[in-house]
Protein backbone atom coordinates (compact mmCIF):
# COMPACT_ATOMS: atom_id res chain seq x y z
CA UNK A 1 0.00 0.00 0.00
CA UNK A 2 2.99 2.39 1.11
CA UNK A 3 4.61 1.73 -1.91
CA UNK A 4 1.29 2.20 -4.25
CA UNK A 5 1.23 5.56 -2.47
CA UNK A 6 4.30 6.59 -3.26
CA UNK A 7 3.88 6.15 -7.41
CA UNK A 8 0.75 8.06 -6.50
CA UNK A 9 1.83 11.40 -5.25
CA UNK A 10 4.37 10.85 -8.26
CA UNK A 11 2.26 11.17 -10.43
CA UNK A 12 0.28 14.22 -9.08
CA UNK A 13 3.50 16.39 -8.80
CA UNK A 14 4.68 15.74 -12.43
CA UNK A 15 1.21 16.84 -13.83
CA UNK A 16 1.81 19.70 -11.73
CA UNK A 17 4.80 20.69 -13.33
CA UNK A 18 3.99 19.79 -16.51
CA UNK A 19 0.87 21.97 -16.63
CA UNK A 20 2.39 25.08 -15.10
CA UNK A 21 2.31 28.28 -17.32
CA UNK A 22 1.65 32.07 -17.67
CA UNK A 23 -1.38 31.40 -15.66
CA UNK A 24 0.27 29.39 -12.84
CA UNK A 25 -0.93 30.64 -9.19
CA UNK A 26 -4.56 31.85 -10.81
CA UNK A 27 -7.10 29.63 -8.85
CA UNK A 28 -9.15 28.76 -11.42
CA UNK A 29 -6.78 27.90 -13.90
CA UNK A 30 -5.54 25.60 -11.14
CA UNK A 31 -8.76 23.82 -10.99
CA UNK A 32 -8.81 23.60 -14.69
CA UNK A 33 -5.54 22.16 -14.46
CA UNK A 34 -6.44 19.60 -11.61
CA UNK A 35 -9.13 18.41 -13.36
CA UNK A 36 -7.46 15.87 -15.32
CA UNK A 37 -8.58 11.87 -15.14
CA UNK A 38 -6.10 9.22 -14.50
CA UNK A 39 -4.57 7.86 -17.79
CA UNK A 40 -6.86 4.61 -18.40
CA UNK A 41 -3.59 3.55 -20.22
CA UNK A 42 -2.08 3.09 -17.15
CA UNK A 43 -1.92 -0.10 -14.66
CA UNK A 44 -4.89 -2.00 -14.50
CA UNK A 45 -5.60 -3.31 -11.05
CA UNK A 46 -6.09 -7.16 -11.27
CA UNK A 47 -8.66 -6.75 -8.37
CA UNK A 48 -11.25 -5.44 -9.79
CA UNK A 49 -10.82 -7.82 -12.88
CA UNK A 50 -11.15 -10.78 -10.40
CA UNK A 51 -13.53 -8.85 -9.10
CA UNK A 52 -15.71 -8.91 -12.64
CA UNK A 53 -15.27 -12.40 -13.35
CA UNK A 54 -16.66 -13.68 -9.80
CA UNK A 55 -19.61 -11.13 -10.56
CA UNK A 56 -20.15 -13.01 -13.82
CA UNK A 57 -19.51 -16.34 -12.64
CA UNK A 58 -22.39 -16.01 -10.00
CA UNK A 59 -25.06 -14.55 -12.26
CA UNK A 60 -24.54 -17.56 -14.35
CA UNK A 61 -24.11 -20.12 -11.68
CA UNK A 62 -28.03 -20.94 -12.02
CA UNK A 63 -27.96 -21.58 -15.25
CA UNK A 64 -25.34 -23.88 -15.26
CA UNK A 65 -26.73 -25.87 -12.49
CA UNK A 66 -30.02 -26.37 -14.28
CA UNK A 67 -28.31 -29.09 -17.77
CA UNK A 68 -27.05 -30.81 -14.61
CA UNK A 69 -29.99 -31.26 -12.74
CA UNK A 70 -31.57 -32.57 -16.39
CA UNK A 71 -28.69 -35.26 -17.35
CA UNK A 72 -28.95 -36.68 -13.67
CA UNK A 73 -32.48 -36.97 -13.57
CA UNK A 74 -32.93 -38.25 -17.43
CA UNK A 75 -30.05 -41.10 -16.08
CA UNK A 76 -32.30 -41.98 -12.81
CA UNK A 77 -35.45 -42.46 -15.15
CA UNK A 78 -33.14 -44.16 -17.75
CA UNK A 79 -32.60 -46.35 -14.68
CA UNK A 80 -36.31 -46.56 -13.75
CA UNK A 81 -37.44 -48.00 -17.11
CA UNK A 82 -34.48 -50.67 -17.05
CA UNK A 83 -35.89 -51.76 -13.54
CA UNK A 84 -39.52 -51.36 -14.51
CA UNK A 85 -39.56 -52.84 -18.27
CA UNK A 86 -43.37 -53.59 -18.07
CA UNK A 87 -45.39 -51.48 -20.49
CA UNK A 88 -47.93 -51.18 -17.91
CA UNK A 89 -45.73 -49.41 -15.67
CA UNK A 90 -44.66 -46.63 -18.52
CA UNK A 91 -47.98 -44.21 -17.35
CA UNK A 92 -46.04 -44.32 -13.91
CA UNK A 93 -42.80 -43.32 -15.30
CA UNK A 94 -44.18 -40.94 -17.42
CA UNK A 95 -46.04 -39.22 -14.32
CA UNK A 96 -43.60 -39.83 -11.90
CA UNK A 97 -40.84 -37.72 -14.43
CA UNK A 98 -43.41 -35.09 -14.68
CA UNK A 99 -43.72 -34.64 -11.33
CA UNK A 100 -39.55 -34.93 -11.01
CA UNK A 101 -39.11 -32.11 -14.14
CA UNK A 102 -42.18 -29.49 -12.52
CA UNK A 103 -40.57 -29.78 -8.55
CA UNK A 104 -36.82 -29.34 -10.55
CA UNK A 105 -38.61 -25.94 -12.48
CA UNK A 106 -39.68 -25.23 -9.38
CA UNK A 107 -37.04 -25.21 -7.28
CA UNK A 108 -35.15 -23.46 -10.21
CA UNK A 109 -37.61 -20.35 -10.39
CA UNK A 110 -37.86 -20.60 -6.42
CA UNK A 111 -33.86 -20.11 -6.45
CA UNK A 112 -32.89 -18.65 -9.35
CA UNK A 113 -32.51 -14.41 -8.81
CA UNK A 114 -35.78 -12.88 -10.71
CA UNK A 115 -35.59 -10.22 -13.37
CA UNK A 116 -36.20 -7.15 -12.07
CA UNK A 117 -37.53 -4.94 -15.11
CA UNK A 118 -38.54 -0.95 -15.41
CA UNK A 119 -41.91 -0.25 -15.86
CA UNK A 120 -41.85 3.25 -16.77
CA UNK A 121 -40.07 6.70 -15.68
CA UNK A 122 -41.10 9.71 -15.61
CA UNK A 123 -38.54 13.12 -14.81
CA UNK A 124 -40.20 16.60 -13.50
CA UNK A 125 -39.60 19.91 -15.71
CA UNK A 126 -40.68 22.71 -13.88
CA UNK A 127 -42.74 25.33 -14.87
CA UNK A 128 -41.45 28.24 -17.21
CA UNK A 129 -41.19 30.66 -14.67
CA UNK A 130 -38.48 29.08 -12.92
CA UNK A 131 -36.23 29.17 -15.64
CA UNK A 132 -32.78 30.94 -15.52
CA UNK A 133 -30.09 32.36 -18.10
CA UNK A 134 -26.46 32.58 -17.45
CA UNK A 135 -26.95 36.22 -17.69
CA UNK A 136 -29.81 36.60 -15.41
CA UNK A 137 -28.12 34.18 -13.09
CA UNK A 138 -24.54 36.53 -12.83
CA UNK A 139 -26.78 39.75 -12.64
CA UNK A 140 -29.25 38.07 -9.47
CA UNK A 141 -26.10 36.82 -7.99
CA UNK A 142 -24.51 40.27 -8.21
CA UNK A 143 -27.48 42.19 -6.92
CA UNK A 144 -28.33 40.23 -3.84
CA UNK A 145 -24.93 40.97 -2.23
CA UNK A 146 -23.71 38.10 -1.11
CA UNK A 147 -20.68 37.83 -3.40
CA UNK A 148 -17.65 40.42 -3.95
CA UNK A 149 -16.39 40.98 -7.22
CA UNK A 150 -14.01 37.77 -7.26
CA UNK A 151 -16.69 35.34 -6.44
CA UNK A 152 -18.97 37.04 -9.08
CA UNK A 153 -16.09 36.74 -11.69
CA UNK A 154 -14.74 33.00 -10.79
CA UNK A 155 -19.09 31.98 -11.12
CA UNK A 156 -19.18 33.60 -14.29
CA UNK A 157 -15.99 32.31 -15.42
CA UNK A 158 -17.30 28.69 -14.69
CA UNK A 159 -20.74 29.23 -16.38
CA UNK A 160 -18.84 30.32 -19.99
CA UNK A 161 -17.51 27.38 -19.81
CA UNK A 162 -19.51 24.87 -17.98
CA UNK A 163 -21.71 23.60 -20.81
CA UNK A 164 -24.99 24.77 -19.18
CA UNK A 165 -27.86 26.18 -21.16
CA UNK A 166 -30.29 29.55 -20.90
CA UNK A 167 -33.35 27.48 -20.15
CA UNK A 168 -32.18 25.71 -16.73
CA UNK A 169 -34.31 25.93 -13.58
CA UNK A 170 -33.57 27.41 -10.39
CA UNK A 171 -35.70 28.15 -7.38
CA UNK A 172 -35.39 32.28 -7.23
CA UNK A 173 -35.46 32.82 -3.69
CA UNK A 174 -32.10 31.56 -3.27
CA UNK A 175 -31.09 35.25 -4.61
CA UNK A 176 -32.35 36.97 -2.11
CA UNK A 177 -30.35 39.32 -0.43
CA UNK A 178 -31.42 38.08 3.24
CA UNK A 179 -31.70 34.19 2.17
CA UNK A 180 -31.10 31.52 4.80
CA UNK A 181 -30.84 27.99 4.21
CA UNK A 182 -34.13 26.48 6.05
CA UNK A 183 -35.74 23.40 5.99
CA UNK A 184 -39.18 25.40 4.70
CA UNK A 185 -37.44 26.49 1.34
CA UNK A 186 -35.91 22.70 1.10
CA UNK A 187 -39.00 20.57 2.22
CA UNK A 188 -41.07 22.99 -0.56
CA UNK A 189 -38.89 22.26 -3.56
CA UNK A 190 -39.03 18.67 -2.86
CA UNK A 191 -42.00 18.33 -2.59
CA UNK A 192 -42.42 20.37 -6.22
CA UNK A 193 -39.95 18.41 -8.14
CA UNK A 194 -40.97 14.46 -6.07
CA UNK A 195 -44.73 14.91 -6.30
CA UNK A 196 -44.50 16.25 -10.40
CA UNK A 197 -42.26 13.75 -11.41
CA UNK A 198 -44.64 10.75 -9.45
CA UNK A 199 -47.65 12.25 -10.71
CA UNK A 200 -46.53 11.80 -14.09
CA UNK A 201 -45.32 8.39 -13.65
CA UNK A 202 -48.97 7.51 -11.84
CA UNK A 203 -50.48 8.42 -14.89
CA UNK A 204 -48.63 7.16 -17.55
CA UNK A 205 -48.62 3.77 -15.95
CA UNK A 206 -52.43 4.07 -14.97
CA UNK A 207 -50.69 2.36 -11.18
CA UNK A 208 -52.57 2.96 -8.22
CA UNK A 209 -50.82 4.81 -5.44
CA UNK A 210 -51.68 1.27 -2.99
CA UNK A 211 -49.93 -0.64 -6.26
CA UNK A 212 -46.89 0.46 -4.29
CA UNK A 213 -45.40 -1.92 -1.81
CA UNK A 214 -41.63 -0.79 -1.36
CA UNK A 215 -40.18 2.98 -1.46
CA UNK A 216 -36.90 4.26 -2.07
CA UNK A 217 -36.46 7.95 -2.07
CA UNK A 218 -32.83 9.63 -2.03
CA UNK A 219 -31.41 13.22 -2.10
CA UNK A 220 -28.32 14.24 -1.40
CA UNK A 221 -28.06 17.34 1.02
CA UNK A 222 -31.32 17.86 2.23
CA UNK A 223 -32.33 15.55 5.03
CA UNK A 224 -35.64 16.28 7.14
CA UNK A 225 -37.68 14.87 9.83
CA UNK A 226 -39.95 13.31 9.38
CA UNK A 227 -37.70 12.27 6.21
CA UNK A 228 -38.38 12.58 2.21
CA UNK A 229 -40.13 9.47 2.01
CA UNK A 230 -42.18 9.98 4.83
CA UNK A 231 -43.39 12.81 2.57
CA UNK A 232 -44.22 10.70 0.00
CA UNK A 233 -46.06 8.71 2.07
CA UNK A 234 -48.35 11.59 3.73
CA UNK A 235 -49.05 12.91 -0.01
CA UNK A 236 -50.22 9.65 -1.87
CA UNK A 237 -51.61 7.83 1.34
CA UNK A 238 -49.48 5.10 0.68
CA UNK A 239 -50.33 1.45 2.35
CA UNK A 240 -49.60 1.38 5.94
CA UNK A 241 -47.23 -1.77 5.21
CA UNK A 242 -45.12 -0.44 2.39
CA UNK A 243 -41.18 -0.78 2.91
CA UNK A 244 -39.66 2.67 2.78
CA UNK A 245 -36.24 3.76 2.66
CA UNK A 246 -34.62 7.01 2.72
CA UNK A 247 -30.98 7.77 1.32
CA UNK A 248 -29.23 10.77 2.12
CA UNK A 249 -25.63 11.84 1.96
CA UNK A 250 -24.62 10.01 -1.05
CA UNK A 251 -24.32 12.21 -3.67
CA UNK A 252 -25.49 12.39 -7.58
CA UNK A 253 -24.76 8.44 -7.56
CA UNK A 254 -27.13 7.49 -4.96
CA UNK A 255 -29.92 7.23 -8.01
CA UNK A 256 -28.05 4.06 -9.17
CA UNK A 257 -27.39 2.98 -5.36
CA UNK A 258 -31.30 3.34 -5.00
CA UNK A 259 -31.97 0.97 -7.99
CA UNK A 260 -29.80 -1.52 -6.43
CA UNK A 261 -31.65 -1.49 -3.32
CA UNK A 262 -35.30 -1.20 -4.79
CA UNK A 263 -33.89 -4.67 -6.92
CA UNK A 264 -32.93 -6.16 -3.67
CA UNK A 265 -36.50 -5.65 -2.26
CA UNK A 266 -38.42 -6.99 -5.16
CA UNK A 267 -36.59 -10.51 -4.47
CA UNK A 268 -37.58 -10.14 -0.95
CA UNK A 269 -40.75 -9.23 -1.14
CA UNK A 270 -42.09 -10.00 -5.25
CA UNK A 271 -45.28 -9.63 -6.56
CA UNK A 272 -45.32 -5.83 -5.78
CA UNK A 273 -44.21 -2.48 -6.82
CA UNK A 274 -41.13 -0.64 -6.17
CA UNK A 275 -41.19 3.22 -6.42
CA UNK A 276 -37.82 5.68 -6.55
CA UNK A 277 -37.85 8.84 -6.58
CA UNK A 278 -34.43 10.34 -7.11
CA UNK A 279 -33.61 14.02 -6.47
CA UNK A 280 -31.70 17.58 -5.04
CA UNK A 281 -32.54 20.38 -3.45
CA UNK A 282 -30.84 23.59 -4.87
CA UNK A 283 -32.01 25.57 -2.30
CA UNK A 284 -30.51 23.41 0.32
CA UNK A 285 -27.04 23.52 -1.71
CA UNK A 286 -26.83 27.36 -1.96
CA UNK A 287 -23.80 28.87 -0.99
CA UNK A 288 -23.85 32.30 -0.17
CA UNK A 289 -19.97 33.09 0.72
CA UNK A 290 -17.00 33.71 -1.13
CA UNK A 291 -14.67 30.67 -1.13
CA UNK A 292 -14.14 29.65 -4.75
CA UNK A 293 -13.85 25.80 -3.82
CA UNK A 294 -17.52 26.28 -2.94
CA UNK A 295 -19.16 28.25 -5.71
CA UNK A 296 -18.98 25.20 -8.15
CA UNK A 297 -22.12 23.72 -6.61
CA UNK A 298 -23.94 26.91 -7.01
CA UNK A 299 -22.45 27.16 -11.25
CA UNK A 300 -23.67 23.61 -12.05
CA UNK A 301 -26.97 22.47 -9.70
CA UNK A 302 -30.54 22.64 -11.18
CA UNK A 303 -34.07 21.60 -9.61
CA UNK A 304 -35.10 18.37 -11.38
CA UNK A 305 -36.19 15.14 -10.06
CA UNK A 306 -36.80 11.16 -11.11
CA UNK A 307 -39.77 8.77 -10.59
CA UNK A 308 -38.80 4.96 -11.37
CA UNK A 309 -41.61 2.24 -11.33
CA UNK A 310 -39.87 -0.99 -11.20
CA UNK A 311 -41.50 -4.93 -11.15
CA UNK A 312 -39.61 -8.32 -10.50
CA UNK A 313 -42.97 -9.92 -11.60
CA UNK A 314 -42.88 -12.14 -15.04
CA UNK A 315 -46.16 -11.00 -15.73
CA UNK A 316 -45.07 -7.65 -15.65
CA UNK A 317 -42.14 -8.16 -18.65
CA UNK A 318 -45.05 -7.26 -21.75
CA UNK A 319 -45.34 -3.88 -20.33
CA UNK A 320 -42.16 -3.24 -18.91
CA UNK A 321 -39.48 -0.67 -21.36
CA UNK A 322 -36.61 -1.94 -19.40
CA UNK A 323 -34.84 -5.35 -17.75
CA UNK A 324 -32.11 -4.62 -15.46
CA UNK A 325 -29.28 -7.06 -16.95
CA UNK A 326 -25.79 -5.51 -14.42
CA UNK A 327 -25.30 -2.84 -11.72
CA UNK A 328 -22.07 -2.61 -10.50
CA UNK A 329 -20.88 0.11 -7.49
CA UNK A 330 -17.68 0.97 -6.41
CA UNK A 331 -16.78 2.70 -3.44
CA UNK A 332 -13.47 4.59 -2.88
CA UNK A 333 -14.28 6.45 0.91
CA UNK A 334 -11.15 4.23 1.99
CA UNK A 335 -8.71 6.69 0.36
CA UNK A 336 -8.52 10.32 2.02
CA UNK A 337 -8.31 12.41 -0.60
CA UNK A 338 -11.29 10.65 -2.50
CA UNK A 339 -13.43 11.07 0.67
CA UNK A 340 -12.42 14.29 0.41
CA UNK A 341 -13.32 15.66 -2.85
CA UNK A 342 -16.64 16.73 -2.09
CA UNK A 343 -17.56 17.85 1.42
CA UNK A 344 -20.60 19.84 2.89
CA UNK A 345 -18.80 22.08 5.32
CA UNK A 346 -18.77 25.95 6.66
CA UNK A 347 -16.62 27.85 5.43
CA UNK A 348 -15.04 30.24 8.38
CA UNK A 349 -18.13 32.41 8.49
CA UNK A 350 -20.25 29.42 9.35
CA UNK A 351 -21.76 29.80 6.14
CA UNK A 352 -22.56 26.45 4.98
CA UNK A 353 -21.82 25.07 1.40
CA UNK A 354 -20.54 21.86 -0.77
CA UNK A 355 -16.87 22.05 -0.92
CA UNK A 356 -15.17 20.83 -4.34
CA UNK A 357 -11.63 19.37 -4.18
CA UNK A 358 -9.00 20.26 -7.02
CA UNK A 359 -8.78 16.56 -7.37
CA UNK A 360 -11.99 15.68 -7.48
CA UNK A 361 -12.03 14.59 -11.40
CA UNK A 362 -8.46 12.92 -10.94
CA UNK A 363 -10.17 11.07 -7.57
CA UNK A 364 -13.42 9.88 -9.62
CA UNK A 365 -11.54 8.69 -12.33
CA UNK A 366 -9.72 6.40 -10.67
CA UNK A 367 -13.57 5.27 -9.35
CA UNK A 368 -14.52 5.15 -12.85
CA UNK A 369 -11.44 2.55 -14.12
CA UNK A 370 -11.85 0.65 -11.27
CA UNK A 371 -15.81 0.72 -12.05
CA UNK A 372 -15.71 -0.51 -15.72
CA UNK A 373 -12.65 -2.93 -15.02
CA UNK A 374 -14.90 -4.72 -12.62
CA UNK A 375 -17.61 -4.29 -15.43
CA UNK A 376 -16.36 -5.15 -18.65
CA UNK A 377 -16.88 -8.76 -18.37
CA UNK A 378 -20.17 -8.76 -17.54
CA UNK A 379 -20.73 -6.60 -20.64
CA UNK A 380 -18.06 -7.19 -23.01
CA UNK A 381 -17.80 -9.53 -26.26
CA UNK A 382 -15.76 -12.72 -25.53
CA UNK A 383 -13.52 -11.45 -28.32
CA UNK A 384 -12.75 -8.06 -26.20
CA UNK A 385 -12.42 -9.87 -23.17
CA UNK A 386 -9.49 -12.03 -24.72
CA UNK A 387 -7.57 -9.25 -26.49
CA UNK A 388 -7.60 -7.56 -22.73
CA UNK A 389 -6.83 -10.76 -20.37
CA UNK A 390 -3.80 -11.68 -22.75
CA UNK A 391 -2.88 -8.18 -23.33
CA UNK A 392 -2.31 -8.29 -19.39
CA UNK A 393 -0.66 -10.93 -19.56
CA UNK A 394 1.63 -9.90 -22.22
CA UNK A 395 2.63 -6.37 -20.05
CA UNK A 396 3.40 -8.07 -16.95
CA UNK A 397 6.72 -9.94 -19.06
CA UNK A 398 6.77 -6.87 -21.27
CA UNK A 399 6.83 -3.48 -19.66
CA UNK A 400 7.29 -1.36 -22.25
CA UNK A 401 4.35 -3.41 -24.10
CA UNK A 402 1.62 -0.88 -25.33
CA UNK A 403 -1.57 -1.31 -23.09
CA UNK A 404 -5.10 -2.26 -24.61
CA UNK A 405 -8.21 -0.33 -23.71
CA UNK A 406 -11.61 -2.71 -24.43
CA UNK A 407 -14.23 -0.77 -26.46
CA UNK A 408 -17.22 -0.49 -24.62
CA UNK A 409 -19.04 0.83 -27.79
CA UNK A 410 -19.15 -3.29 -28.95
CA UNK A 411 -21.25 -3.63 -25.44
CA UNK A 412 -23.97 -0.38 -25.62
CA UNK A 413 -25.92 1.44 -27.78
CA UNK A 414 -26.32 4.52 -26.06
CA UNK A 415 -24.29 5.68 -22.67
CA UNK A 416 -26.01 8.20 -20.07
CA UNK A 417 -23.37 9.47 -18.23
CA UNK A 418 -24.03 11.99 -15.41
CA UNK A 419 -24.02 15.55 -16.98
CA UNK A 420 -21.63 16.83 -14.35
CA UNK A 421 -19.85 19.49 -16.49
CA UNK A 422 -18.52 19.94 -20.20
CA UNK A 423 -14.94 19.09 -18.63
CA UNK A 424 -15.80 15.79 -17.03
CA UNK A 425 -17.44 14.91 -19.73
CA UNK A 426 -14.55 15.72 -21.93
CA UNK A 427 -12.60 13.43 -20.18
CA UNK A 428 -15.00 10.16 -20.18
CA UNK A 429 -15.26 11.29 -23.28
CA UNK A 430 -11.77 10.88 -24.48
CA UNK A 431 -10.72 7.79 -22.51
CA UNK A 432 -13.49 5.86 -23.65
CA UNK A 433 -13.07 7.12 -27.14
CA UNK A 434 -16.65 7.45 -27.46
CA UNK A 435 -18.08 9.31 -30.40
CA UNK A 436 -20.34 12.25 -30.17
CA UNK A 437 -23.54 10.20 -30.69
CA UNK A 438 -23.07 8.30 -27.68
CA UNK A 439 -22.35 11.65 -25.66
CA UNK A 440 -25.26 13.14 -27.56
CA UNK A 441 -27.81 12.63 -24.40
CA UNK A 442 -25.33 13.63 -21.66
CA UNK A 443 -24.00 17.27 -23.64
CA UNK A 444 -27.81 18.03 -24.44
CA UNK A 445 -29.14 17.41 -20.93
CA UNK A 446 -25.96 19.72 -19.26
CA UNK A 447 -27.04 22.41 -21.74
CA UNK A 448 -31.30 21.95 -21.18
CA UNK A 449 -31.40 21.12 -17.57
CA UNK A 450 -28.29 21.46 -16.15
CA UNK A 451 -26.69 19.15 -13.42
CA UNK A 452 -29.98 17.57 -11.69
CA UNK A 453 -27.81 15.69 -9.44
CA UNK A 454 -28.66 11.90 -9.27
CA UNK A 455 -31.70 12.14 -11.79
CA UNK A 456 -29.27 13.80 -14.20
CA UNK A 457 -28.91 10.23 -16.29
CA UNK A 458 -32.85 9.83 -16.25
CA UNK A 459 -33.14 13.19 -18.27
CA UNK A 460 -30.86 11.57 -20.49
CA UNK A 461 -32.29 8.33 -21.19
CA UNK A 462 -36.10 10.28 -21.69
CA UNK A 463 -33.67 12.60 -24.41
CA UNK A 464 -33.47 9.14 -26.05
CA UNK A 465 -37.10 8.16 -26.11
CA UNK A 466 -38.07 11.36 -27.24
CA UNK A 467 -36.09 11.07 -30.31
CA UNK A 468 -36.87 7.87 -30.63
CA UNK A 469 -33.55 6.46 -30.43
CA UNK A 470 -34.48 3.34 -27.91
CA UNK A 471 -34.70 0.17 -30.37
CA UNK A 472 -35.69 -3.59 -28.84
CA UNK A 473 -32.58 -5.39 -27.52
CA UNK A 474 -30.76 -2.10 -27.20
CA UNK A 475 -28.31 -2.28 -24.09
CA UNK A 476 -28.01 1.12 -22.13
CA UNK A 477 -25.22 1.81 -19.90
CA UNK A 478 -25.93 5.03 -17.21
CA UNK A 479 -23.19 6.16 -15.50
CA UNK A 480 -23.27 7.67 -12.25
CA UNK A 481 -20.95 9.08 -9.99
CA UNK A 482 -20.94 11.25 -6.44
CA UNK A 483 -19.11 11.94 -3.10
CA UNK A 484 -17.45 9.41 -0.86
CA UNK A 485 -16.42 8.71 -3.51
CA UNK A 486 -18.50 6.73 -5.70
CA UNK A 487 -18.71 5.46 -9.19
CA UNK A 488 -21.53 2.79 -10.23
CA UNK A 489 -22.80 1.80 -13.42
CA UNK A 490 -26.12 0.01 -14.53
CA UNK A 491 -27.06 -1.72 -17.47
CA UNK A 492 -30.65 -1.56 -19.16
CA UNK A 493 -31.74 -4.16 -21.98
CA UNK A 494 -34.22 -2.38 -24.25
CA UNK A 495 -37.54 -4.72 -24.07
CA UNK A 496 -39.52 -2.89 -27.11
CA UNK A 497 -38.91 -0.20 -29.28
CA UNK A 498 -39.69 2.55 -27.26
CA UNK A 499 -41.80 5.40 -28.81
CA UNK A 500 -41.77 8.70 -27.96
CA UNK A 501 -43.92 9.06 -25.25
CA UNK A 502 -46.79 11.56 -24.03
CA UNK A 503 -44.84 12.57 -20.58
CA UNK A 504 -41.55 13.23 -21.23
CA UNK A 505 -39.39 15.98 -19.92
CA UNK A 506 -38.01 17.18 -23.30
CA UNK A 507 -41.24 17.19 -25.59
CA UNK A 508 -43.32 20.66 -26.31
CA UNK A 509 -47.10 19.49 -24.95
CA UNK A 510 -48.81 22.02 -27.75
CA UNK A 511 -46.58 21.73 -30.68
CA UNK A 512 -45.82 17.82 -29.82
CA UNK A 513 -41.85 18.40 -31.16
CA UNK A 514 -38.58 17.68 -29.00
CA UNK A 515 -37.33 20.88 -26.82
Known amino acids: MAREQEQFSAEIQDRGSENMGPNG ?57 DLFPNPKCELTDALFML ?30 ELKISK ?5 LARNSGNFNDAAIDFQKRVLKSS ?3 QETYMPRVVFHPDYK ?5 GREEAAMVMFGAINDLFRATKIRPKDIGILVVNCGVLNTTPSLSSMVINHFKLRPNIQSFNLGGMGCAAGIIAIDLAKDLLNAYPGTYALVVSTEAVCYTWYKGNDLDMLLSNCFFRMGAAAMLLSSSRLDRWRAKYELKQLVRTHKGMDERSFESIHLKEDAKGTQGVSVSKDVVEVGGHALKANITALGPLVLPVSEQFHFLTN ?33 LDEIQKNLELTEEYMEASRKTLERFGNTSSSSVWYELAYLEATSKIKRGDRVWQLAFGSGFKCNSVVWKALKNVGRPK ?4 LDEDKDECL
Not at 99 to 128: E, H, K, M, N, W
Not at 503 to 506: A, C, D, G, S, V
Open 135 to 139: EEFIE
Open 503 to 506: QNPW
Open 392 to 424: LLFRKKKTNYKPYIPDYKLAFKHVCILAASNKV
Open 99 to 128: VLLGFILYIFLDLAPRSTYLVDFACYRPPD
Open 25 to 81: GSFFVSVKVRQRLPDFLGSVNLKYVELGYSYLISHRLYFLIVPVLIVLCSAEIGKLK
Open 181 to 185: ISLKD
Open 163 to 165: GIG
